[in-house]
């Protein structure tokens, strides 16, 4: 579904992502992992077309996407779930959340139930500013905006960082049932070995802005945790 070949980015004269390569299947549910700074969130950036590539391609089923800004590719149906949630905190959460509907293909003027079905709490807070919203809370408004533009690809940086475990237990619940039930194609950046195992039916594992192993996540195994994951 999503192919990257050979994808060099650079931040000026520093080379970060080198001859990448990474293929997703439609319907999968990837966890891209690796030490700090090995290149994971650029990538993720460069597949959004928040970064731009140096070299090599990018597609989505089929379709050149590096050669698309990034306000074009959200209405191709990726959701984009960045580091740090980066709501906007003077909005309200519906104003966030209403944020995605013109993206929709199908113009729909509300936001839709299943957003509220799978976080409740961003109805009772519908009024509140985002700012006001507890980490936790922000990060389900942050990947319930991505989801109201009904993506194909819903992509998550990181989506747990600092987040209480009852909420990374709900982020977990809702990212297996929109996988395993909807389909939907799942990738995400994810330190946590635990999380990682529960939620993604495989991995890559990324070194010097290279992907180095990629597999099933039954196959993650303890030598390449100690190689590519330990500190
Ligand atoms: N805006 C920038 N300008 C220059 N260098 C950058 C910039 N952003 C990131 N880098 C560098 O690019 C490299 C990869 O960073 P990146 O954030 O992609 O890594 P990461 O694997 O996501 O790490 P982390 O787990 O710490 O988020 C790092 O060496 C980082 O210092």
């Keep these: 579904m999503i192919r990257i070949n050979q994808v060099d980015q650079r931040y000026g004269g520093t080379q970060i992502l080198w001859g990448l390569n990474l293929d997703i299947a439609e319907g999968s549910c990837t966890c ?3 030490r700090n ?6 990538l993720l950036k460069t597949l959004m077309g928040l970064l731009p590539i140096s070299a090599g391609e990018i597609l989505l089923q089929g379709q050149a996407l ?3 800004t990034a306000e074009q ?24 959340l209403r944020l995605g509907l013109p993206v929709r293909t199908d113009k729909a003027k509300d936001i839709p139930d299943k957003i509220f079905e799978l976080f409740p709490v961003l109805h009772d807070m519908l009024a509140r500013r985002g700012g006001d919203l507890s980490g936790g809370q922000q990060q389900q408004l942050a990947i319930g905006r991505a989801l109201v533009i009904d993506p194909k690809v819903l992509i998550l940086d990181e989506p747990n960082e600092g987040i209480q475990p009852n909420i990374v237990k709900q982020i977990g619940d809702v990212i297996l049932k929109l996988n395993a039930e909807e389909g939907l194609t799942v990738i995400l950046i994810e330190q946590k070995l635990g999380f990682a195992r529960r939620v993604g039916k495989e991995f890559r594992l990324m070194e010097k802005g290279q992907i180095v192993a990629a597999d099933k996540m039954d196959n993650l195994n303890d030598e390449l945790i100690r190689q590519y994951l330990a500190v």
């Design 32 to 34: 891209i992992m690796g």
């Design 37 to 42: 700074g090995v290149g994971k969130t650029t």
């Design 66 to 68: 590096h050669t698309q």
């Design 73 to 96: 590719r959200a209405p191709l149906g990726i959701g984009y779930v960045p580091q740090g949630r980066e709501i906007f905190p003077l909005l309200t959460v519906e104003e966030n």
